[in-house]
């Protein structure tokens, strides 16, 4: 479930749909029924950045009889257009027009007269890419004549949060520039709107070294945004004149990483108070009231909050925890009660194979901190005595985090046996912009010193078998496992989407972060060499380690050679590994099906190379290069992504309901009881 919207007890969300391959739309009403807005083969889905982010939002409507209900207006994953679901239809209509996908739309925001919504566009020409803010009528008429999608402000690279205020006057927006990414360095800027378009712009604050994060406005000429000026993302008041005064000034976050479109973790009520999320890499929730400046914390036993929304009076949001799955929730800010609305899953494995974490801070290069989240192997059934096998994981940042958040995939490993130690690398989010700085110029050295660092300090408190240590990670984790093999730590590693050559992904992935290795390696020409020294495909020399390999036909973030070019340098040296390629799947896998084959491949690879029997198949290692694939046919549209990130954010794999008890596999010839 992802970015829920509230509008007087009416609840809407987005709702994937893994074994359909989609995501829909869903409404709870204020009567607790729940409603599917979208039948098949609808999705909602943007791929503004290639990653998306909100691509929906509920609109007031009237009927004949002038009485308000509400629309949904939505992305539409086939064709990328705008579409108007009115209240009680099943037939969307369109709202932009039919121009083959080539123009996307995420982050919308209804206009302060509610005749249009204002969203940020993409539109790809040429083998170029225009970004701007547009004003889209809810009337259709956008759907026949171009011209009435009103383009309000264009010229930067890229643009977010829209946000109307609320008598119209103005619209204040963030935008940056290349080579910065949104947690580099962004404007929050504010102009005056007229019929045509903005006049009068300016920058409120933000800058080269500063990230501006969700404005809101709290009356017509006062914002709240979150800035990471002091080091870390705190809340400030800006007057559309005058100095931006900080909040609530504290050592933590107070916005998560923008990376996908429309993600807040703030909002304001009609009582003027406020309704933050913050923390670490895990966020929660507390009530901050400008008027007395304390900021009160919302007790609950959930402990990661995402994705709030408010209609000013009560608050949804996304919450998990390791042993809750995700929910959406209702929270009350006057009692601080939170109630839970609908679960992701309902029928979830026995309660004693999930492993309880606990979060360390363990020691790193130099004694640097390395915060990280252990896992420790979890079965009720079997007792295993010594250090047990564990793997690394690299989440897919590598500007994002690892929480605490329910996640059945790792249970799968821990339930049969296998430790998992998340970390959260030098570059993660969530502790402030020193951390992520440590990644600057540094990746695949410092996020690789930090997983090594992680490993070895299990090893040392006798957890970890440091015979038995694996590592893995998604799209810039498999990249930061692939670059860890070349050392002598670990037994193998895994890679799921993972970038392997530096200089082939800076000439083929997309515009979001064309310019991202900029600040992670070094600007090209100058630093070349460096980009060469620091691929996994130019270092298969030093990896003396098998390899698992999982890559979707049809990323467009981390494109399919990569994989293939690092199984041919592998099996070129007669190095054993394991290459799984998916039709159909881009960064980030969705389709049920494809999830568990990955997850089972994986459990199948520790089994191979650790020496244990596991419950799935065997996995072939091969040590040849793979035979060249066909050339695909084209396609003028890509598939949908998973919501799960690439170098950009953290990567989404397989997390499949576990139905029966699983064999644990801790020790290599382990006793299993089923």
């Known amino acids: ?60 409507r009237r009927d004949d009889k002038a009485i308000t209900r509400m629309g949904v207006v939505f992305s539409s994953s086939a064709d990328q257009r705008l579409y108007l679901l009115e209240h009680g239809s099943r037939e969307p209509v369109p709202l932009t027009p039919d121009d083959g996908a080539s123009s996307r739309y995420a982050d919308p925001a209804l206009g302060a007269d509610g005749r249009g919504v204002l969203c940020v566009r993409e539109r790809h020409e040429d083998g170029s890419v225009h970004r701007s803010v547009v004003s889209v009528p809810l009337s259709g008429r956008g759907a026949q004549d171009p011209s009435a999608v009103r383009e309000l402000v264009s010229g930067a690279d890229f643009y977010a949060s829209p946000t109307p205020s609320p008598d119209g006057a103005h619209l204040a927006y963030v935008r940056w520039n290349h080579p910065r990414m949104p947690w580099d360095g962004s404007e929050l800027r504010v102009g005056a709107l007229y019929g045509s378009g903005l006049s009068g712009e300016y920058t409120l604050k933000g800058g080269v070294d500063e990230s501006v994060v969700s404005p809101a406005w709290v009356d017509d000429a006062t914002l709240y945004v979150a800035s990471d000026w002091p080091g870390w993302w705190n809340l400030y008041q800006a007057g559309i004149t005058g100095q931006a005064i900080a909040l609530y000034p504290a050592e933590e976050e107070f916005h998560a990483s923008p990376g996908r ?163 959260n690398y030098g570059g993660s989010t969530g502790y402030g ?73 800076s000439e083929t992935t997309h515009d979001f972060e064309s310019h991202f290795l900029d600040s992670l390696v070094g600007t090209l020409p100058g630093f070349a060499e460096r980009y060469r020294e620091r691929s996994p495909v130019h270092r298969a020399g030093d990896i003396d380690a098998p390899v698992l390999l ?57 089994a191979r190379v650790f020496g244990f029997e596991a419950d799935v198949a065997p996995l072939e290692l091969v040590a040849t290069p793979p035979e060249p694939l066909p050339e695909p046919e084209a396609s003028a549209e890509a598939s949908e992504p998973a919501g799960g990130t690439g170098t950009g954010g953290t990567g989404t794999e397989g997390t499949g309901a576990v139905e029966e008890a699983p064999r644990p596999a801790g020790a290599a010839t382990p006793t299993t009881s089923d």
Not at 18 to 44: F, H, I, N, Q
Not at 285 to 302: I, K
Request: aromatic share 8%; net charge negative.
């Open 433 to 505: 912009r020193s951390y992520r700085k440590r990644l600057h110029k540094e990746w695949g050295v410092a996020d690789v010193e930090d997983c090594v660092a992680a490993a070895r300090a299990l090893v040392e408190q006798g957890a970890a078998d440091p015979e038995r240590l694996a590592i893995r990670g998604p799209s810039a984790g498999g990249y930061t496992a692939l670059m860890a093999l070349t050392g002598d730590t670990f037994a193998c590693g895994v890679s799921l989407f993972g970038v392997t050559d530096l200089l082939g992904f």
């Open 261 to 423: 479109l429309g993600n807040r973790s703030f909002c304001v009520l009609d009582s003027g108070r406020v309704v933050a999320l913050h923390g670490h890499a895990d966020m929660t929730p507390s009530v901050y009231d400008p008027g007395t400046l304390d900021l009160t914390p919302v007790r609950t036993g959930l402990t990661t909050w995402s994705m709030l929304d408010t209609d000013g009076r009560s608050v949804v949001a996304v919450a998990s925890s390791p042993t809750e799955p995700q929910c959406l929730v209702r929270l009350d800010p006057d009692s601080g009660s939170v109630e839970v609305l609908r679960r992701a899953a309902e029928k979830l494995p026995y309660a004693a194979y999930l492993p309880v974490p606990r979060g360390e801070t363990l020691p790193g290069r130099y004694g640097a901190p390395v915060h990280a989240n252990v896992y420790p192997p979890t079965n009720p059934d079997v007792a295993v005595e010594g250090p047990a096998p564990y793997v690394v994981w690299a989440h897919g940042g590598p500007v994002s985090a690892s929480t605490l958040e329910f996640d059945l995939a790792k249970a799968y490993f821990t339930s049969r046996g296998i430790g998992v130690v998340d970390v």
């Open 1 to 60: 479930m992802a970015f829920p919207s509230v509008v007087d007890g009416t609840v809407w969300w987005e709702e994937s749909r893994p074994e359909e391959g989609r995501t829909t739309l869903m409404r709870r009403d204020a009567d607790g029924a729940v409603t599917e807005l979208l039948p098949a083969p609808w999705s909602a889905c943007t791929r503004v950045h290639e990653y998306g982010g909100r691509a929906y939002l509920p609109v007031p």
């Open 550 to 606: 999982l890559q979707g036909l049809e990323d467009k973030v981390v494109t399919p050679d990569q994989a293939t070019a690092m199984a041919t340098a592998l099996g070129r040296r007669g190095m054993r590994y394991a290459l799984l390629e998916f039709e159909d799947e881009a960064h980030g896998f969705t389709a049920q099906d494809v999830r568990v084959r990955a997850l089972e491949a994986e459990l199948a690879f520790y």
